[in-house]
């Protein structure tokens, strides 16, 4: 246990040969689903589901049992890995690794939605399908549409702030976020006059040493590549002025 961090008690069980570990809020509603079809089926049915946009659809829905609202994602490759297994991965795939992770970065600083479940289910002896849930961040905007919205240079500032102070808690944190895209990065209405910032997908995050240059620098380029990418495809508004204020904020 990591000093300072309170551990939730999830609560593993099986249901028809799906393997779950879950938070007990959740526990009597995951089951219930899992009776009928797997937790990423019943979200996409759901005729008041969200639907987000991701490597694959995700869905923002209200599980039964007193859950409430979670985001409902089925694990998926990406890259050239995804023409070989798609959404195949080998036990306990990629669910555990984002609780871990998940709970680490929250107990570091690093704000990112609470898992509160992840659900497994056999192909073979070696290979799994995965869901994952995690709460929602109601109003939220991922970072390419408030980038979008923006229309004035102080909202612009203030959206260029939020990604910075975003980049420093994860270098504090050492965490590497390898897959650091515009749409991993979620922006909502914080209590004072900023902007509250949140790393999504965090399946792939690795640590190393609290502080490393080394992690700031991957993670900044990460990120900036994206911006490119998305301004150069997209027509996303981001100048080489905004580039340099956010490499200088967020190294502070």
């Known amino acids: 246990m990591m000093i300072g961090l309170t551990i939730p008690s999830y609560e593993r069980f099986e ?5 779950v570990l879950a938070a007990p809020g ?16 019943y979200a996409a049915r759901q005729p008041d589901a969200v639907p987000l946009v991701g490597r694959a659809p995700v869905f923002a829905v209200n599980l ?9 994602r089925h694990n ?22 984002e609780l871990i992770s998940s709970l680490r970065l929250r107990a570091s600083g690093v704000s990112t939605p609470e898992v509160v479940a992840y659900v497994s289910y056999p192909l073979n002896w070696v290979l799994r399908r995965s869901d994952v849930a995690t709460r929602e961040l109601p109003n939220g905007h991922d970072l390419s549409v408030a980038l979008m ?17 975003l980049l420093r808690s994860l270098t504090q944190a050492g965490a590497h976020h390898p897959d650091l895209n515009l749409k991993n990065v ?9 902007l509250d910032v949140h790393v999504l997908d965090v399946d792939r ?16 380029d990460r990120l900036i590549r994206s911006l490119r990418k998305w301004r150069d ?20």
């Open 15 to 19: 249901v028809g040969g799906a393997r």
């Open 26 to 41: 959740c526990v009597a509603g995951i089951r219930e689903v899992l009776t009928q079809e797997s937790l990423y089926e």
């Open 64 to 72: 039964p049992g007193g859950c409430g609202r979670v985001v409902v």
């Open 76 to 97: 998926m490759r990406g890259g050239w890995m995804a023409k070989v297994s798609k959404d195949l991965f080998v036990f306990p795939t990629r669910g555990l690794r």
């Open 149 to 165: 919205k923006v229309t004035d240079h102080a909202h612009r500032v203030m959206v260029l702030d939020a990604i910075a102070k």
């Open 186 to 194: 979620l922006l909502t209405a914080g209590e004072g006059p900023g």
């Open 205 to 220: 995050v690795s640590f190393s040493s609290p502080g490393s240059p080394l992690v700031a620098k991957a993670n900044l």
């Open 233 to 252: 495809l997209h027509g996303l508004p981001y100048s080489a002025e905004d580039e340099e204020y956010l490499r200088l904020r967020s190294i502070e």
